[in-house]
């Protein structure tokens, strides 16, 4: 299915003979690396991205994410303006308590379920011989280098973007800022609810109350700054994907969008679908390049 795209960037007359440019896949030819570039998100979508499981999972991190910060904040805020306009309407700060403490329930079980069904997915992929790591959400040297890349290229000292996997460097480390701040606001948060039992683990339990309190609180605005400023620009307001990038509702993604920013997932996905080699053919042709069994 074609889908929209703001911008077709590259055409066989404007390609670089820079070796590391094209990509040479068996029954196609050589593939330039920005076909496409500033592609529209359609929540369509042409090629599957994320299951089911994680689509649940991100849209219930997401859900109780927003609950807890607009409660907590406000909790942790109360005589400052703005807190009693999102408190009144929950019912007052009692109220926001429980439901505070209920979201943190659901986020915790969400977490401990992506962290089974992690291992799970693992140990199945080693047992069939079909872990990749390329694939999964482990930093490897090539995010570095790609970073790297990244930044020369957006300062105009290169001419393309990096080839990047399934997950680029930017998505591991919006994965790991969540690990970690989940953990941290986990394991403040039960200190300060269970005291008493938390004192059992903690050397200095006064000490560890003071500390959870101060890092409840820092975590909760440093993480509520991340996912906004950081996350969320990133995502859905770039060029192209503005006002929604529609991937993370749908679990499916456009070619197109897949050629931009995931070009080594599109084209280990192109080795093992015909039906895709043909329909990546024709618009290689259409844009006067030559292919496999082809003239351009």
Do not use: C
Not at 254 to 271: A, P, S, V, W
């Amino acid at each position: 299915m074609a889908t929209s795209s703001e911008t077709v960037v590259t055409s066989a007359n404007d390609s670089t003979a820079d070796s590391d440019y094209m990509h040479y896949v068996e029954g196609v030819g050589h593939i330039p690396r920005d076909i496409y570039k500033h592609v529209l998100s359609d929540p369509l979508g042409d090629l599957p991205r994320y299951s089911i499981h994680i689509v649940i999972q991100h849209l219930l991190m997401f859900i109780t994410f927003i609950t807890l910060a607009s409660t907590g904040l406000s909790l942790h805020f109360g005589d400052l303006f703005w807190a009693p306009l999102i408190l009144a309407p929950l019912g007052g700060p009692d109220v926001a308590r429980v439901i505070h403490r209920i979201s943190a329930g659901i986020m915790i079980f969400v977490a401990v379920y992506h962290v089974f069904t992690l291992i799970i997915g693992t140990y199945d992929k080693l047992s069939k011989k079909k872990f990749d790591i390329i694939r999964t959400q482990i930093p490897t040297l090539k995010d570095w280098n790609d970073l790297k890349h990244d930044i020369r290229y957006f300062l105009g000292k290169e001419k393309y973007r990096p080839k990047m996997g399934k997950f680029m460097y930017k998505q591991k480390l919006h994965y790991l800022a969540i690990i970690w701040g989940t953990f941290v606001l986990v394991v403040a948060g039960t200190t300060l609810l269970f005291p008493e039992a938390m004192a059992e683990f903690w050397p200095n339990p006064r000490f560890a109350q003071d500390l959870a309190r101060l890092m409840h609180a820092d975590e909760a605005i440093m993480a509520a700054s991340v996912v906004v400023f950081w996350h969320w620009s990133n995502v859905h307001l770039v060029p192209g994907r503005f006002p929604l990038q529609w991937t993370f509702l749908t679990g499916r993604i456009t070619r197109e969008h897949q050629i931009e920013e995931h070009f080594l997932e599109y084209i280990e996905d192109l080795k093992n679908n015909p039906e895709e080699r043909e329909y990546l053919k024709s618009v290689l042709k259409e844009k006067g390049y030559k292919t496999e069994g082809g003239e351009a």
